[in-house]
């Protein structure tokens, strides 16, 4: 079949769902609260709906994307035992808002560079993520998109982003690196955009130092920061 409606395998006892690659569309809801779904398996074209797709699902584990072109707002929210996710290919532009959202488990995720939109709270309340680099097409990062991932040690920022939106990084007092590649600070939206503590250090580019001491807000930030070494 070309997509799965809304609620059709809604709590059913399903361990494991491998979509084929004539799966165009999975709708809002399809697979929300399955308590046995352990694998999720996204294959080429597919698009995944609109909200809480996969939401709710307590013993997924494991998530595999292939050439889907978008995931939806929520659609992975609060699967809370999720600890691995794999994106392959080059067809996934856009992670909508809430759509890793108290994945509490989830400890790493590569985004490819393909993907230029992040949204909101997308990873927000991951209370194992470590690690998280922004992909290079992203210009923006968007409000509360690791909010409260209080695990967070290290955050790179492409050369691309022109804006840091408010509490992207509210909350997460375990960060001790943030690496800014833009040579040009990206505005910042207020002081609690980002979270600091007595080890954080801000990694700017070599030549932008004084840029960032001076820029708006990030003047406050100064002394965290270190110019990047060539």
């Known amino acids: 079949r070309s997509s799965a409606a809304s609620d059709v395998y809604k709590r059913q006892a ?10 165009l569309y ?3 809801y399809a697979f929300y609260d399955c308590g046995q779904l352990e694998q999720m398996v996204l294959t080429t074209r597919t698009r995944i709906g609109s909200g809480y797709t996969f939401s709710n699902n307590r013993s997924l584990k494991r998530v595999v994307i292939k050439d889907c072109s978008s995931i939806g707002d929520s659609e992975f929210s609060s699967c809370a035992t999720l600890r691995e996710i794999n994106i392959m290919g080059t067809a996934l532009w856009e992670i909508g808002g809430n759509a890793f959202r108290n994945c509490e488990s989830l400890e790493q995720i590569d985004i490819p560079d393909c993907v230029i939109r992040i949204g909101s709270y997308c990873f927000g309340y991951c209370y194992s993520l ?7 097409g992203v210009t923006i990062v968007r409000s509360s998109l690791c909010y409260n991932a209080y695990s967070l040690q290290e955050i790179h920022i492409p050369e691309g982003v022109t804006s840091i939106e408010n509490y992207a990084f509210y909350g997460c007092a375990g960060i001790e690196n943030y690496y800014l590649y833009p040579s040009t600070p990206p505005t910042l939206a207020n002081k609690m955009a980002i979270t600091v503590s007595a080890n954080t250090k801000i990694h700017v580019p070599k030549g932008s130092l004084e840029a960032y001491q001076t820029a708006d807000v990030w003047s406050e930030l100064m002394d965290y920061m270190v110019e990047m070494e060539e």
């Not at 470590?130 to 290079?136: F, K, V």
């Open 14 to 23: 399903l361990k494991r769902v491998t979509f084929s690659e004539t799966l």
């Open 26 to 28: 999975v709708s809002q």
């Open 130 to 136: 470590r690690n998280l680099t922004i992909p290079e």
